[in-house]
């Protein structure tokens, strides 16, 4: 009943932005029930959304290729890497008061005091959170966040989002990003040239650390928009899990040689010809 | 009469016994063999990974590390297995050309995407820290590398198994995104972008590989 309600609303929250939001650019269609196999692809994609966020992922291309991508090549070549580093632990550093919250909110009392822990060692001996000390104590860092609390309470990832500037994202993490937004004490410090000096330079520092990767990827894709979708979704069951491969990593079956249509010349043996 | 009757309640109950003794055996072999098995998959991927890293900390080309590359891949990585998975559901509409094609420009692809993807880790030592059965047929390794800075280590996950002459890997789950699920996504939308056409993706992958056709 509360699944059925749950459905009914995301349903109702998808056909609405169709209609109002996305109207010119139009929702992708679901493939008709009777055709189970591209329907399970289509939820499997999990993106009612795509021609809308398709546009959007070009907008965001060309901002990075003009604005993001030349700032963060020049901060990578610019500033030495152990500089980059004390960047990098700072803004983390940071958002300890928002990951202690969540462990606190997901029950995980290991983490919060870990939280706890690595921000009074760091912001202290570690010269206000540059050097991540307790990380060379092997306390090590693991982010968290609403999304990933309301995953953990088991609220379901709604539809596939690609945010303007932000990037991929989907409607629970959406949700959990205003929400980080607004538990996050430093929001209300009154200093709004923080706020935006903080929130541009954790754009930068995350840019500049994927860049090759990201070079990589985009080089290495046939469709870089499905790619990357893939990408988000993986990465953020393994941040709801802690990547724990306690629990089982969400690997698909791969059928075995036995369950193959062809032998070793490639000949076709029992299949009826459909295509 | 009688006689006939506890022959016949006799058989059931030896029955029972015979299957109880074979769980028995059966239990001995899953105890025994179990953990051999687990260091078997674990050796396979630690002579793997010490394969590639040593060949990797040498100063090389990229056409000499794609050499290299393409030679683990076609020794350790069951290809024709993953192949089949990454192009899902469109294997069964490929015609045997296609298939044959795609096999063929998927391990091209494979090579161009990864080989030089790792080429920072030269001279990185992998530290396997164990091995369990995922299904019956498959194992999951697990390793790590990179411990050594203050952030988390990189998970790797090698999903091994069984194959003719040895044990090949069918996958690799690099902080918990998997190489064949992440192909087989994006394949999947480039086939669906071409109408649902398998010559759709072909033709990509031709024109990223650089195969004529």
């Known amino acids: 009943m509360r699944r059925a309600l749950r459905n009914g609303l995301a349903r109702a929250v998808v056909a609405l932005l169709c209609a109002g939001v996305v109207g010119p650019v139009g929702c992708a269609t679901a493939p008709p029930a009777g055709d189970p196999e591209s329907r399970e692809a289509f939820e499997r994609a999990n993106d009612p959304l795509e021609p809308f966020n398709r546009v959007v992922f070009v907008a965001n291309i060309v901002a990075d290729r003009f604005v993001l991508k030349p700032v963060a090549y020049v901060y990578k070549e610019a500033v030495p890497a152990p500089i980059r580093d004390m960047v990098s632990n700072f803004l983390h550093n940071l958002r300890s008061p928002v990951i202690l919250l969540n462990a606190l909110l997901q029950g995980d009392i290991d983490h919060a005091g870990t939280t706890v822990l690595r921000f009074s060692v760091n912001s202290t001996l570690g010269f206000a959170g540059i050097v991540d000390l307790a990380g060379e104590f092997g306390i090590v860092r693991r982010d968290e966040d609403f999304g990933q609390t309301l995953a953990v309470w088991g609220v379901g990832e709604g539809p596939y989002l690609m945010l303007p500037l932000l990037g991929p994202s989907n409607a629970r993490d959406a949700v959990g990003r205003a929400a980080d937004y607004f538990s996050d004490p430093l929001t209300y410090l009154g200093y709004e040239k923080f706020g935006y000096s903080r929130f541009g330079a954790k754009i930068i520092d995350v840019r500049a650390r994927n860049y090759d990767l990201l070079n990589d990827v985009e080089r290495t894709s046939v469709d870089f928009y499905a790619t990357i979708r893939s990408l988000y979704g993986q990465n953020r069951r393994d941040a709801i899990a802690n990547g724990a491969e306690a629990g089982l990593p969400p690997l698909p079956d791969i059928p075995g040689e036995e369950d193959d249509f062809e032998d070793e010349e490639g000949q076709e043996r029992d299949r009826p010809p459909t295509g | ?213």
Request: glycine share 8%; charged share 25%; aromatic share 8%.
């Open chain 2, 1 to 213: 009469m009688r006689k006939v009757r506890s022959a016949i309640v006799r058989r059931p109950a030896s029955v029972v016994r015979r299957s109880r003794t074979g769980l028995l055996v059966f239990a001995a072999w899953l105890v025994l063999a179990a953990p051999a098995a687990a260091t078997e998959a674990e050796t396979f991927i630690r002579e793997t990974a010490d394969r590639v890293f040593a060949a990797y900390a040498v100063p090389v080309t990229d056409e000499d590390r794609a050499g290299v590359f393409r030679d683990v891949l076609s020794t350790t990585f069951e290809l024709k297995t993953i192949a089949r998975f990454t192009l899902g559901r469109y294997w069964r509409v490929a015609s045997a050309a296609q298939r044959k094609e795609y096999r063929r420009l998927f391990e091209d692809f494979l090579v161009l995407a990864y080989a030089n993807r790792f080429r920072d880790l030269a001279g990185v030592k992998l530290r396997v820290t164990g091995a369990r059965m995922i299904n019956k047929r498959d194992w999951l390794v697990q390793s790590e590398i990179g411990a050594d800075g203050t952030r988390p280590p990189i998970r790797i996950g090698w999903r091994v198994r069984q194959a003719g002459a040895g044990l090949r890997i069918v996958d690799v789950i690099v902080d918990g995104i998997s190489m064949s699920v992440t192909q087989r996504d994006q394949f999947a939308a480039a086939i669906h972008a071409a109408g649902g056409k398998v010559e759709g993706l072909l033709a990509m992958l031709r024109e990223k590989t650089g195969t004529p056709e």
